[in-house]
C-alpha cells in the first residue's frame, strides 16, 4: 500500500511540476491559504499534501497559475524554530502580495492564515472562502483588517477545497491526472 500512495503522490508532483514547466504564466494567480500547524508530525505532513492537493484542484479545476509556499518550504524551514518560522511567513506574505486571488481551503484557520488573510484584506485582494463554517470569521477577518466585506465571498460549489479527508470526494484527481 505504500508503494501505491508513493506512487499516487509522484504523479501529483509532475501534474504540478507541469505548472512550471509550461509557458502558463497569463494564468490568474491564486494563493493558497490552508493550514499547516497541527498536534503532531503527522498532521503537519498531512496538511502539507493537502496543501499540494488544493494546488493541482486550484490549477486543474480552477484553472489559476496556484501558490502554496507551506506546500514545500517546511522541507527547507521548520516551522517550530521562531526565526525559520518568521522567514517563511516573510516569504509567503511577499508571494501574496504577487497574487490576485486569496482561496480559503480547508476546514478551519490557523494562526498563520489569519496573518494572510489580515495581509490580504489590506491589500484589497479578493478572498474566496470554500467552508461555509468559515465564511462569517474570514469575512470578519478582513474587515478588522479595514476592508470592505464583500472583498471576501464563498464559492460552496467546490467540496474538494474544504477538506482532502479520507472517504471524501477525489473523483477530481482522476481527471486531473489523466
Not at 494567480?29 to 496543501?51: K, M
Not at 483588517?145 to 471576501?152: N, P, Y
Request: proline share 3%; net charge negative; hydrophobic share 40%.
Amino acid at each position: 500500500m505504500h508503494d501505491a500512495m508513493k506512487a499516487y503522490h509522484e504523479s501529483w508532483e509532475r501534474e504540478l511540476d507541469r505548472q512550471f514547466l509550461k509557458n502558463d504564466r497569463y494564468r490568474k494567480r491564486a494563493y493558497i491559504c490552508s493550514p499547516l500547524s497541527g498536534s503532531t508530525a503527522e498532521e503537519e505532513l498531512s496538511n502539507i499534501w493537502r496543501a499540494r492537493a488544493y494546488m493541482l484542484y486550484a490549477r486543474t479545476m480552477l484553472g489559476y497559475l496556484a501558490r502554496a509556499p507551506h506546500a514545500y518550504l517546511p522541507m527547507l524551514l521548520c516551522d517550530h524554530v521562531a526565526a525559520e518560522r518568521a522567514l517563511a511567513l516573510q516569504f509567503g506574505l511577499q508571494l501574496l502580495e504577487q497574487s490576485e486571488v486569496l482561496l480559503i481551503c480547508g476546514d478551519r484557520i490557523s494562526r498563520g492564515m489569519k496573518g494572510e488573510i489580515h495581509h490580504a484584506a489590506q491589500l484589497g485582494i479578493p478572498i474566496i472562502v470554500y467552508c461555509e463554517d468559515l465564511y462569517l470569521d474570514v469575512r470578519k477577518l478582513a474587515t478588522q483588517a479595514g476592508a470592505d466585506k464583500k472583498l471576501v465571498t464563498i464559492d460552496e460549489t467546490h467540496p474538494a477545497l474544504v477538506s482532502n479527508e479520507p472517504g471524501a470526494d477525489r473523483s477530481w484527481e482522476v481527471r486531473c491526472l489523466a
